[in-house]
């Protein structure tokens, strides 16, 4: 079981909190899945006191806090949002999401790890929002970092794993660091596979708050990553060319 | 004992005359019980969420993200406009997404009803001046739209002239009022006695335009910024609206101008040229599941949560709230009894 800096969720799906059809349906989502950290994203004008209503939902569903630097383009932006959700929501966890581009919301891998290295020189614990960029991830662990959040494939296209070789190559070069697949899942084959890489966790959201039933949607995922998980665990076997009889053909009787 | 009296006695107070507030009014006096109504703004709607509201009438392409009583109870929404206020346009609302979007269009179309999926000759056909600038759309023909502001200037007229009065800047207490019927249309307001109550704020726009004609609201899809546009007289433009999770009433952000105006661009690049009227905000009250509400607590009796279907669900709204403030062993839908 992997620690997210001491916290060790036995389901490790993190299910953001945006874009659910009401705040109802949303709690029957985190019900269902079984996660036991939600991630939330902090509009600056939400903050102070108008946005009370809302986090008190949050806070309501007893499960941990990720909030996230979500739409922030520069260092400056992501810093002064990450000290903001700290006070909000008085944790020092941190989704650090720095954007580079509009068009795929890439990350801005440069500007995210001088974010990353200020946050965490301020106390803060930042699950860095990357690419699969190996040196990128190395860099990411020297600012600070000690979990890992490659994408799947660009925010909220449901894609699902774009670079699997890229992907598996991370967790191959970072055998010991928590990897989580943020981004860019689709369904619940796509958050199975990526367990099967060997991952530690799966981040989503638009997948299950956009699915005709959001709570069912959120159990799929539950039961798709545990499958997944437990296939990682039960060492898979290697994909071959050619076929290979599962059953012995020496001694068997010629028929016909 | 209020039942025991003959109902053309009854007296009822309102507090409260937005959009909510001026239908139970008028549902009331519809049934013969004089009706005073407490408004704590200068004017009717002027504190009131419901003057910056869209005024679509639109139960079906709700039904996208909104559970199934909106799309049931809003369907009575048009008649009970027209009969008790304005006219109304039933002309049907158009939904559109950029070729990139697309799958929005398919998702939309996957969640809802009563449409029929249009090509671009077919889009040209409805709304000329889009002729060329969607390859698809959806159309719903049954659905209509209003001006929110005429339609609550309307509603408001109406009732004073058939014998209710209203005040204005009385700022009251639901509680304190002493009639045989109060009904607390307050809005966000009544959070203080409905604890769940929160605010979704909502900017919007208004735009002038000469250069461009449209006869229907026209909703533009977007993975994460949907947003619609409807016409209103003499060329104004209303375009709608942002869904923030905030309690907060009158700042306008930057970001929620340029999503409106990129959204209107979007939809004609005339719109560049239109003059901007107005901008406006407020926050629309919701309960947890977005859906309405009505609370019996005693003789007072809270209608809430109406959220972005103000002009919608107000005409059911306002019909059980009435039957439940009249008949005390009435359990309309939407009912929540709670304990004095």
Redesign the interface.
Known sequence: MASFYGFEPRNPLFLGTAQY?????L?EAVRRSGAEVVTVSL?R??S???????WA?IRELGVKVLPNTAGCHTVKEAVTTAQMAREVFGTDWIKLEVIGEDDTLQPDVIALVEAARILSDDGFKVFPYTTEDLVVGGRLLDAGCEVLMPWGAPI?SGRGLNNPYGLRSMRQHFPDIPLVVDAGIGLPSHAAQAMELGYDGILLN?AVA?A?DPAAMAEAFALAIRAGRMAFAAQPIEARDMAAPSTPVMGKAFLA | MAAERPQSRLNAEVAGAGVVGLACATELLARGVRVTIHERGPRVGAEACSWYAGGMLAPWCEGESAEEPVVRLGQQAADWWERHACSVTRNGTLVVAPSRDRSELRRFGQRTSHFEELDGEAIAGLEPDLAGRFARGLFFAEEAHLDPRTAIVALADRLVSNGAAIHVNSAVEPADLDADVVLDCRGLAASDALPDLRGVKGEMLLLRSGDISLSRPVRLLHPRIPLYIVPRADGLFMVGATMIESGERRRISARAMLELLGAAYALHPAFAEAEVVEIGTDARPAFPDNLPRLTRRGRVIHVNGLYRHGFLLSPAMARMAAEAALNPQSTPEMLHDLAA
């Open positions: 059809p009401s705040p109802a349906i709690a509009r004008e939400s102070g006191g108008a946005g009370q209503a809302f939902l909220g638009t956009k005709g």
